[in-house]
């Protein structure tokens, strides 16, 4: 009787995990839906304000772009699944949250100026999603040590490649994202100030990774919602 109520129990929690996944893939679907949607609607009302001169062509161009970026990194699901890369659903979520966050609140909306903290607080939260990414590309891997130390790995890697994005736009386009003059005043800083938003910019990357890094190598994501489990 004992065998048969845990055989049940087993079978019980495994549908529950597949109904919660389930609704959670429907979530990431309507999110990307309305996402589109925002982006599609935030296009229209900056060309309106183009058309009256209320923007500058430059900064309706930057936006175009960083709208078009948008687009491509929420596609990115997509491709993984193309390839048969699996990563958990709420991974998914956070991915997507992540870009919307990190793009459109931050850099459209420009809330990056507005609120001190918002570029610290989305690179530490990047760096532990990546994390969680990387983790599911390599945890073939036995070791715990070598998991870690590719996971944190991976995590300050694309972090190096954000601050490469920041520093081509800041070139190319006279921008200000790596803050290197005043947000406020345009005075340019000089020293090691010039450089202070970067570097806490990849110490926030840093410690997410390794805050990520040694919660999924510890084994504490068990339903499997941030890790795909491979069998």
């Known amino acids: 009787m004992q065998t048969i109520v845990i055989q049940y129990k087993r079978c019980y929690s495994i549908s529950m995990n597949k109904k919660t996944l389930k609704i959670i893939d429907?979530?990431?679907?309507?999110?990307?839906?309305?996402?589109?949607i925002i982006i599609a609607g935030s296009l229209i009302y900056e060309s309106i304000l183009l058309s009256t001169l209320k923007i500058s062509t430059k900064t309706f161009s930057i936006h175009l772009i960083q709208h078009v970026?948008?687009?491509?990194?929420?596609?990115?699901?997509?491709?993984?699944?193309?390839?048969n890369i699996k990563i958990g659903e709420i991974t998914k979520t956070l991915y997507l949250?992540?870009?919307?966050?990190?793009?459109?609140?931050?850099?459209?909306i420009n809330i990056y100026d507005k609120f001190k903290y918002f570029d610290i607080i989305i690179h530490?939260?990047?760096?532990?999603?990546?994390?969680?990414?990387s983790f599911s590309l390599?945890?073939?891997?036995?070791?715990r040590a070598v998991q870690l130390l590719l996971v944190v790995s991976i995590t300050v890697f694309i972090g190096v490649?954000?601050?490469?994005y920041e520093f081509s736009f800041d070139n190319l386009l006279n921008l200000n994202m790596q803050r290197t003059a005043s947000p406020y005043t345009?005075?340019?800083?000089?020293?090691k100030y010039a450089i202070f938003d970067t570097m806490l910019d990849l110490?926030?990357?840093?410690?997410?990774?390794?805050l990520g890094g040694l919660f999924i190598t510890l084994k504490k994501d068990k339903q499997g919602f941030l890790i795909y489990k491979i069998n």
């Not at 490649?161 to 490469?164: A, I, K």
């Open 203 to 210: 110490f926030s990357d840093f410690i997410g990774g390794l």
């Open 186 to 191: 345009g005075e340019a800083y000089i020293g």
């Open 138 to 143: 390599i945890q073939q891997q036995k070791s």
């Open 124 to 133: 530490l939260f990047s760096g532990i999603l990546i994390s969680i990414i």
């Open 26 to 36: 429907v979530i990431n679907i309507v999110m990307i839906i309305i996402f589109n």
């Open 97 to 108: 949250l992540f870009v919307f966050f990190a793009i459109w609140i931050g850099s459209i």
């Open 161 to 164: 490649l954000w601050e490469f």
């Open 69 to 83: 970026i948008i687009v491509l990194c929420i596609s990115v699901p997509f491709f993984f699944l193309k390839f």
